[in-house]
C-alpha cells in the first residue's frame, strides 16, 4: 500500500492536507463500477446464453430428459447415468440456473457497493434492476418446473421462453443504466414509434414461439403440440416480421432526418438482426427446420429481444 501527502504552510495550520492525498493506489469507486460493467455484461450474456441452451434441450427432444421436477427423478435430486444421453442435456441445463445465480448476486453485490461508494443519480435504478433479474430467475425456474411437469405443454414452454425474452430487456436496461451512452431525448414521434417497434417486435416473437409449438421440435417425442397447422402458422407469424422490418425502417429513417443519431444507429442494427433473422426463418422453413437453424434462430429472437429494448431506452435521456 502506497501512501503520500502533499502538504503546505497555510496560517495558523502547520500543514494542510486532502484526504485525497491519502490514497492506497486504487480508487475503490472505480473498481467498483468497473465490476458492476463487467457483472452487468455477465448477466445479459448468460441470459442469452441459457436460450440457447434451453433451445439445445429442445432440440436434442431431451425436454423431458429429467421427467419430474424439482428432482430430476422420483428417486434422485440429479442426474445418473441409467438416464442416458438426453437425462444428462437436460440436468446440465438446469445446472446453468445456478451459473445465472452466481452472476445475478454478484451484479447485486456491486450495485449495492455503488449505492454506497457513489452519488451518482441513477445508482438505485442500477440496484432495483440488479434485484429484478436475480428475483427473475428463481421465476423462470419455477415456471420451467412446471414445463417438466405438463409434459412440455407448448403454451408453458412458450412462457417460459418468452419470460427470457423480458429477462434479456431487463438486462440491457441494466447495462444502459451503467454504461450506456450520453444523449437527449428522443422526439415525440420517434418515442411513439420506437414504442410501436417494441409492441410489434413483442408480437412477433410471441407468434414464433406458436410457430414452434405447432411445429416438430416439441421437446420429447410424448410431448403434445398446440394443434395448429404450422404452414399457416409460419405466414402469419412472417407477415409480422416483415411488418416489424418496415417500421423499423421508418424508425431509422426518422430517426436520421431529425439528427438522432444514436437512435438512428441502434434502429440500423435492429435492422440488420432483423433481416438475418428473416433469411435464417425462411432457409430453415424450405429445408425441413434442422436443428442447427432453428437453435441459431432461437439465438437470433434473444438478440432481438434484446435490440428492442435497445431502442427503446435509446430513446430515453442520459446524462
Not at 411513439?192 to 407468434?207: C, M, P, S, Y
Amino acid at each position: 500500500m502506497r501512501w503520500g501527502c502533499s502538504c503546505s504552510w497555510s496560517g495558523r495550520s502547520r500543514v494542510r492536507c486532502s484526504p485525497a492525498d491519502f490514497s492506497s493506489g486504487s480508487d475503490p469507486v472505480t473498481s467498483v463500477q468497473r465490476w458492476l460493467r463487467w457483472s452487468a455484461i455477465a448477466n445479459l450474456v448468460v441470459n442469452i446464453g441459457i436460450v440457447v441452451t434451453g433451445g439445445a434441450v429442445r432440440l436434442t427432444a431431451s425436454g423431458l430428459g429429467c421427467p419430474t421436477w424439482p428432482k430430476c427423478t422420483e428417486d434422485n435430486l440429479v442426474y445418473h447415468e441409467d438416464l442416458g444421453f438426453h437425462g444428462a442435456i437436460e440436468f446440465g441445463n438446469r445446472m446453468l440456473t445456478f451459473v445465472l445465480v452466481v452472476v445475478a448476486v454478484a451484479c447485486f453485490a456491486f450495485a449495492l457497493a455503488n449505492v454506497v461508494t457513489t452519488q451518482n443519480r441513477g445508482r438505485w435504478a442500477i440496484l432495483w434492476l440488479s434485484v429484478g433479474i436475480a428475483l427473475g430467475i428463481p421465476a423462470q425456474a419455477v415456471v420451467g418446473g412446471i414445463t417438466v411437469l405438463t409434459d412440455l405443454n407448448p403454451w408453458i414452454v412458450a412462457i417460459h421462453l418468452l419470460i427470457s425474452m423480458g429477462m434479456i430487456g431487463l438486462c440491457v436496461w441494466l447495462v444502459d443504466e451503467v454504461m450506456g451512452p450520453v444523449r437527449p431525448a428522443a422526439s415525440a414521434p420517434s418515442r411513439a414509434l420506437a414504442w410501436t417497434v417494441l409492441a410489434v417486435g413483442a408480437v412477433v416473437l410471441w407468434l414464433g414461439t406458436v410457430v414452434t409449438g405447432s411445429g416438430p421440435h416439441a421437446g420429447d417425442e410424448k410431448a403434445p403440440r398446440n394443434g395448429l397447422d404450422p404452414a399457416v402458422a409460419s405466414h402469419v407469424h412472417g407477415f409480422a416480421v416483415w411488418a416489424l422490418v418496415l417500421l423499423t425502417i421508418t424508425l431509422m429513417v426518422l430517426a436520421a432526418r431529425r439528427n438522432e443519431r444514436t437512435l438512428a444507429f441502434f434502429a440500423s442494427v435492429l435492422l440488420g438482426i432483423e433481416l438475418g433473422q428473416g433469411v435464417l426463418g425462411y432457409v430453415q422453413y424450405y429445408t425441413d427446420l434442422p436443428g442447427l437453424l432453428v437453435g441459431l434462430h432461437m439465438l437470433g429472437a434473444a438478440l432481438v429481444a434484446a435490440g428492442l429494448a435497445r431502442v427503446v431506452l435509446t430513446t430515453r435521456a442520459r446524462a
